[in-house]
Every structure is written in C-alpha cells, then in structure tokens.
C-alpha cells in the first residue's frame, strides 16, 4: 500500500507541488510584505517565521490525507483491495505512511527555501534530531485526524470543509506571530491549541533555544490525538468495510 | 379538412416592398407593417438590458456573491485579529488602516467575475442568439459591466459593514466614504475591461479565472492593503509604490478620512483612462471578431 502511494507521487508530482506552493508563497509574503512591522524579540523575524512555516506545510500535507481517503472510499478501489489476502487496514496505514514522506520531502524544501530567505538555525544536531522527531509525530497523528475525517465525509465536498478545518489551524497559532500580540479573547485559543506547542518547540530546538514546557505539551496533545485517531479510524474502517 | 385563418380586420393590407431592398428587409416589411414596428433600442437602452440580465444572475445565483466576499471576509477576521497586533500595533489601529486596503481588494476581486460570466455566454453559444438581434452591438459587453456595478455595490457593503462592526470608524463621514465607494466603483469598471479581453481571448471559465488570479494574486498582496510599504524592503518598496492597487488603496484612504488629494485622485482616473483606452477596443475587436 505505500508504494502504491509513492507510485501516485511519482507519477502525480504535482500533489508535493501544490502543498509546497502556498507555504512558499506565505515564506515570501511574511518575510517580505509584512516582516517589517512585525516585531518579536530574541531573534529576526525570518528565524521565528521558519519554523512556523514548516509547520504549516507539513499540516497542509497531512490534510490532504482527508480527500485521498475519501476518494478512495468513493472510486470503490477499497472493494477491490477487500478480496486481496493482506491486514485490512493497510489502506489507511498506506496513506498515512505516503504522507508522512511527503512531509518529509516538504520538511527538506522548506528549510532549503527558509535559508535562501535568510533563515540561520543555531540548533545543534540533537536539537535537530528532536525537532525532526516532533514534526513526525505531528504528520503521523494529524493524517490519522485526516484519515478518520476522510471516512466519515460523505462527500468530495464534505471532506473539503472538514480538511480546511484542519488547515487553518496554524494559522491560529504562533506559527506567524508571537501569542502575546493577538488580543486576549482570542489569546487563551491561540496559547492552548495543540499546534502553538508543536511550533513552539520545533522553534525552539532549531534555533537551539530553551524549550521550557512547550514540548511536552506537545508530545501529550499529539500522543493524545493519535491515541484516539487512530484506533477510531481502524474501527470505522473495518465497520465500513466489513 | 383546412382551417382557413382571416386576417384581423384592423390590421391594414400589407404592401409589397420596394424592389431593391435586402432581403431580410423584405420579409420584415411582410411580416409586420412599418407603423407596428417598435423603435429600434438605443444603445443605452441596450445596454440597460443587458444591465438587467447580468442582475438577473446574481438573483438565481447568490453563491457567486457569497463566493467572492467569503476570502476577504477571512482575511479581515484574520488579519485583524492573529496578525493585527503584530503588525498595528493594536487591534484598533490595524482596523482604520486595514479596513480601506481590504474594501478594494474584495471590489478587485469581484472583478473578474464579469469575464468569468461572458467567458460561460460564449461556450454556451447565448451570444449566437443575441448577435441576431438589431441593437447595439457592444451593448452585451457595456450591459453586462453596468450590471457588474450593482454586484461591486452589494459587495462593497456587506465589507464596509463588517468594517463598522469590527470598529471601523473613517475620519471622512459618510461623504469621505460615498466618494471613495465612487472612485473604487469608476476603478473596478475600469478593470473589468482587462477581465472582458481575458475572457474573450481564452476558450474555458477555468483558463479565465486562471489568468485573472494569477495576476490579482500579486497586484493584491504585492500593495499596501495590509502594511505600510516604508516597512518593506527598499526594492520591493518601489515595486508597491507603483502598483495601481496601492494608488486606488492610498486615494480610498485619503477619501475616507477625509483628505481630497486631487494627485491621488487624478492618478486614479488616469489609471481609469489607461484601462478603458487600452482594454475597451481590444476587448470590442475580439468581440467582432468571435461574434
């Protein structure tokens, strides 16, 4: 099943393509455009952009795990691969496995743009480890969250709706901005959704800087999300597929 | 058995034609007797009926409004409230100078829905039909732009609207912000022009948004709708402070706070002027030339 994902990749590039294009696009126009009135202390503004723009592309990649499920379930291949003698969840455990790779291929891109654009990590190679694992993490359980709502849309439209739920999450977060601007309504939300910690950390292990409590935050929010995901979506799977 | 049908009796006898008239008109002068001919439509009042069909659209298909001021309104929500402080420094500082920048971004991009429009007419062969008719011919193209109008005016008030509720409040009243609504109205006619020739020069709706957003995209974001240019680097400064989205942004500004800078005005209907003397007979010759 992942290499029938990875055959997609190879033979539909594009689908990398358009996931790198609006991260590249919001790289540019944050570091550009609007980084000059934005003003965050201890570092540029293009170093605590990077991080956050990571984030948004590997949150982008695991979204789309939504539709491919969903397009699997309506095209009926799923009926095909029900009569072949193999585990029965290996169709949702291929898509999850392909978007974590292309995460990973959207993990290498970014930083390869991020440091065209200014970007200098100061993290050292443990500092990488950690940050890589974390983003692993985050892919792996956010396309198993992408994976569930994929089977229970109904519709290509459906699942549309449900994936942009998911993709506006960074944007909520600190991934563009520092928490302490945003007014305190609004405050509260940004500062205890599960992507403020992921990007919190991975900023802070790449620029070598002290994590604080930000990663275990992180690593309960997202083992937490996996825990129920992932079981959740085997079981409606299997229901569905029976 | 065979009906024979008499004509009315006050109907008067029908002459035969002058020989040497065209043939069409011949049978016109059969067909109905030139004191029951209605006057042939002015070019106004074809254009008005086009006007009135382009309206009609927007009647049965509400979405295509819902489409078009459901990005802006994000970016408002958005920008105002995860970037605002960032960027203004407060939350009610950003709304003054955010508001303006957005209310032309949501007419600009409205604007491209008329070609989209045309683009449909034409594939769907609608202007085969309407080149029989004897008006005016860009009548179909001028309706369509005027019934555009209405659509930039709904548009424009459901922005400003969310503008007044987010606590936007224009230094210029009610006559600063009717003068820059005017102005953005005379621009987004204008620009529709561009969209016309798009439209008609490309085969498909979607080869048409293609092109209308891969230009709007960066005449947008590459302006000064959401930051001041002086904090961006100085070779992109330059390229914003000649973008004419920053010239309409800057003089909706200056109209809704009540400055009347007649440079900032006259840039903007010299702008106008470019657009219409470019894009309107480019936009007519393929018109012809396809209809």
């Known amino acids: ?242 | 058995m065979t009906t024979t049908y008499a004509r009315p009796a006050e109907s008067p006898p029908t002459r035969l034609p002058r020989e040497g008239l065209a043939e069409s008109e011949r049978i016109r002068h059969v067909l109905v007797a030139p004191q029951d001919r209605p006057e042939r439509a002015t070019a106004f009042s074809a254009s008005l009926t086009y006007g009135w069909r382009a309206l009609q659209k927007i009647k049965h298909l509400p979405e295509q409004l819902f489409d078009v001021t459901i990005f802006p309104i994000m970016m408002t929500v958005m920008f105002t409230f995860i970037f605002g402080g960032a960027i203004g420094g407060s939350v009610s500082n950003y709304v003054q100078f955010l508001i303006p920048g957005i209310f032309v971004q949501t007419l600009i991009m409205i604007t491209m829905y008329t070609g989209l429009t045309l683009n449909k007419d034409f594939s769907k062969g609608v202007f085969d039909r309407f080149r029989s008719l004897p008006v005016w011919r860009p009548a179909q193209l001028v309706g369509a732009l005027l019934g555009d109008q209405v659509r930039y005016l709904l548009a424009g008030t459901i922005m400003l609207g969310i503008g007044f509720l987010l606590g936007f409040r224009p230094d210029g009243g009610l006559i600063g912000v009717a003068a820059a609504f005017l102005l953005l109205l005379i621009f987004s006619f204008s620009l529709s022009w561009v969209w016309t020739t798009v439209s008609l020069a490309v085969r498909t709706e979607q080869a048409a948004m293609g092109v209308s957003m891969f230009v709007l995209m960066p005449l947008t974001f590459a302006s000064n709708i959401f930051v001041d240019p002086q904090t961006m680097p100085s070779w992109l400064q330059g390229a914003v402070e000649v973008n004419p989205v920053s010239i309409v942004v800057t003089a909706v500004r200056e109209l809704m706070n009540g400055v009347y800078s007649a440079s900032s005005i006259g840039l903007v209907g010299l702008c106008c002027l470019v657009l219409i003397a470019s894009f309107g007979p480019l936009s007519m010759s393929i018109y012809n030339r396809k209809s």
């Open chain 1, 1 to 242: 099943m992942i290499q029938r994902h990875i055959h997609h990749l190879t033979r539909n590039p594009d689908q990398i393509f358009t996931a790198i294009m609006l991260p590249t696009v919001m790289l540019l126009l944050f570091r550009y455009m609007f980084g000059g009135a934005i003003s965050v202390s201890d570092t540029s503004y293009v170093n605590f952009l990077a991080p956050g723009i990571l984030v948004v592309s590997i949150t982008l990649i695991s979204t789309s795990t939504t539709l491919a499920v969903q397009s699997d379930m309506q095209e009926g291949v799923v009926d095909r691969f029900r009569a072949m003698p193999m585990f029965d969840a290996a169709v949702l455990t291929g898509h999850i496995v392909a978007a974590v790779i292309r995460g990973g291929v959207a993990f290498v891109v970014m930083i390869g743009l991020g440091l065209l654009v200014g970007f200098r990590p100061a993290g050292g190679v443990l500092e990488w480890i950690g940050a890589i694992a974390m983003l692993l993490l985050f892919a792996f359980a956010l396309s198993w969250v992408s994976a569930l709502f994929g089977l229970i849309a109904k519709s290509t439209e459906g699942a549309s709706g449900l994936a942009l739920i998911l993709m506006f999450s960074p944007y909520a977060s600190s991934a563009f901005v520092p928490v302490e601007t945003v007014p305190s309504g609004l405050r509260a939300f940004v500062e205890y959704q599960p992507v403020t910690p992921v990007v919190d950390t991975v900023r802070a292990l790449l620029l070598g800087e002290p994590v604080g409590s930000s990663a275990w935050q992180a690593i309960i929010w997202w083992v937490a999300v996996l825990a129920i995901a992932a079981p959740l979506a085997t079981r409606l799977y299997r229901r569905r597929f029976a």
